[in-house]
């Protein structure tokens, strides 16, 4: 920037024609907007120095602020504003593709609406660049509908069209949108590029299909696309929430760089798998790697040894990640409370959360909220339980868990109260949904819901599952339906629990050594988690189940979650 500025000062000493002036002053403000070494603030003070700047000067500046962080960002929007206002010179299609860049990046939803609004004022809305433009600003802006409206308006979709609108279903978690537009994609002959793929991989990821996640890795191989860092931890994450951590790990092993991303993906699925000892090794070969450990990295580790109950191991890496300089989330605050939850140390819980330097969140509280209810500390779990209502009083998870507790105790007249609040307040707990893959076509089971085409089928595998479950001996837990109703209406509810109507499902359409791969929205219940066990034994299958909180994997009658979960 030093000699820069002796070159301008030198410009500005001599007598150059008017235009000579103006050209060289502007290619000195575009490289001071632009360049990775310039000075976007030297940039914007010279461009109201230079008389009657042109549209490139102009489209320097705002696309230099966007480029900037995040608290610069805003001047984006803020110049474009003062050329708007000055009417000369007249925006043009580089101009308001780096304002919407801009308006994505905020969010800005209003601004970006009235870039939207000149887009068609200025006859530029057939602008393939700009369509792409505003589908990724609506995209980033999580408005998705009128991404797919200015989608589904343009006549000859580019592949960077296709990308943004598969990259926005995935970032919403609409992946079943964006697997069936990935779809179109291939039919329209259109090739995807690594970037397309890695949010196919995601959407993979977050169905648990994965069917339908070889697939795609077959086709990125036939396709010969670019498999880039980003994509490969993308690979690693999808197989690992598809139950095949091997698969994940035999990714991760061939890829010949990992960045930060990398690691931390292989620690957080081996933590979620329960594999401790597994995710503890992989993060000693990160720090040996010399690649520091992230955020993320250390809150895998912090989460494996909850799941492994390794209460020493958690503390040991709790003290490293203080010593790291890394402020700690309150994600990190709460799998420690988590792993002295679930080794059963109730008072350490309680004085952990007691001597933390912020307050709790609703999480942290519903952890130590279920810890109640397993050592049936009524005291502490109906202040946690009240403390829950007040910070989140529309959530009826809260309610659940405080109306469990209070079953749990068989204080039913106090249950009833929490249940009357409830009906009051029109809140319903979010029902049980599992989904199983079966070749290539996802099916879906909600608690109680009998409308599947093939519900009959369903029913009789049920039946001889409840036959030959209670045969082996086992004696139904009631105690995880908080009614106060007689037991038979208890077995009969727990018996309708969505995973086992996708078990059922596995086992009506799929024959041995096929796996049983099932995705629940929420925690396994006990009672479901002992019978899916015994029917791992018994039709001598093997049973991988995602719940909200980690991977069971039941063979012979054990789960890989050592009935820790």
């Known amino acids: 920037m030093r000699v820069l500025q002796q070159i301008h000062s030198y410009i500005l000493t001599r007598a150059l024609p008017f235009s000579t002036l103006c050209f060289s002053l502007s290619k000195i403000l ?14 914007e003070r010279l461009l109201f120095q230079i008389p009657n700047p042109n549209i490139f000067s102009w489209n320097s500046v705002i696309r230099g602020f966007s480029q900037s962080h995040i608290s610069a960002t805003t001047q984006s929007v803020s110049i474009f504003k003062r050329l708007i206002r000055r009417g000369h010179p007249n925006p043009n299609t580089y101009t308001l593709v780096f304002v919407l860049k801009t308006c994505s990046i905020l969010p800005a939803i ?6 939207h609004a000149r887009v068609i004022r200025s006859g530029f809305s ?11 600003f609506y995209a980033k802006c999580e408005d998705i509908k009128c991404a797919r409206k200015v989608f589904d308006e343009i006549p000859d979709r580019n592949m960077i069209a296709w990308s943004t609108m598969i990259g926005g279903y995935a970032k919403l978690d609409m992946f079943n949108e964006a697997l069936a537009l990935f779809g179109e994609m291939q039919k329209a002959g259109v090739v995807p590029d690594e970037l397309t793929m890695a949010s196919v991989v995601s959407a993979c990821a977050g169905l648990g299909a994965l069917d339908t996640g070889r697939w795609v890795h077959a086709y990125i191989k036939k396709q010969r696309i670019l498999i880039d860092i980003k994509l490969n931890t993308a690979l690693i994450n999808m197989y690992a929430k598809c139950g095949c951590i091997e698969k994940a790990r035999e990714v991760f092993d061939e890829m010949p760089t990992r960045d930060s991303r990398t690691w931390s993906s292989m620690i957080v699925g081996y933590a979620v798998h329960g594999h401790a000892d597994d995710a503890l090794s992989v993060f000693a070969g990160m720090e040996k790697s010399q690649v520091k450990p992230n955020n993320v990295a250390f809150l895998g580790v912090l989460l494996a040894c909850a799941h492994g109950q390794l209460v020493y191991e958690g503390q040991k890496h709790w003290d490293i990640l203080l010593e790291s300089g890394i402020q700690p989330s309150m994600e990190h605050y709460s799998c420690m409370v988590d792993l002295f939850c679930r080794a059963n140390l109730f008072q350490e819980a309680y004085t952990f959360i007691k001597n933390m330097p912020i307050d709790p969140d609703p999480v942290i509280l519903r952890t130590f909220l279920v810890a109640c209810k397993k050592n049936k500390n009524m005291e502490k779990g109906e202040s946690t339980g009240q403390q829950l209502l007040k910070l989140e009083p529309s959530n009826p998870e809260n309610y659940a868990l405080l109306s469990s507790l209070y079953a749990s105790c068989s204080s039913w007249s106090k249950m009833g109260n929490v249940r009357k609040q409830m009906r009051d307040k029109g809140l319903k707990t979010t029902p049980g ?11 879906e089971f909600v608690l109680g819901d009998w409308s599947h085409p093939e519900r009959e089928e369903i029913m009789e595998v049920l039946s001889d599952v409840l036959r030959r479950v209670t045969a082996f001996g086992h004696k139904v837990d009631v105690s995880e339906v908080c009614h106060d109703v007689g037991d038979e209406v208890k077995v009969e509810a727990l018996c309708e629990h969505s995973e086992r109507l996708a078990i059922a499902y596995g086992i009506l359409k799929t024959k041995a050594p096929a796996v049983i791969r099932v995705v629940k929205n929420l925690r396994v219940c006990g009672d479901c988690h002992e019978v899916t066990k015994i029917i791992s034994k018994i039709y001598e299958r093997e049973i991988v189940v995602r719940d909200r909180v980690r991977f069971h994997r039941f063979v012979g009658g054990i789960c890989s979650c050592k009935d820790i979960w």
């Open 30 to 43: 575009s490289f001071c907007a632009i360049s990775p070494v310039g000075n976007i603030l030297y940039a």
């Open 110 to 115: 209003q601004e970006g609406q009235q870039v």
């Open 433 to 443: 949904c599992s989904s199983i893959e079966v070749e290539g076509t996802l099916h």
């Open 126 to 136: 057939t602008n393939s660049f700009l369509q792409s433009s505003l589908v990724n």
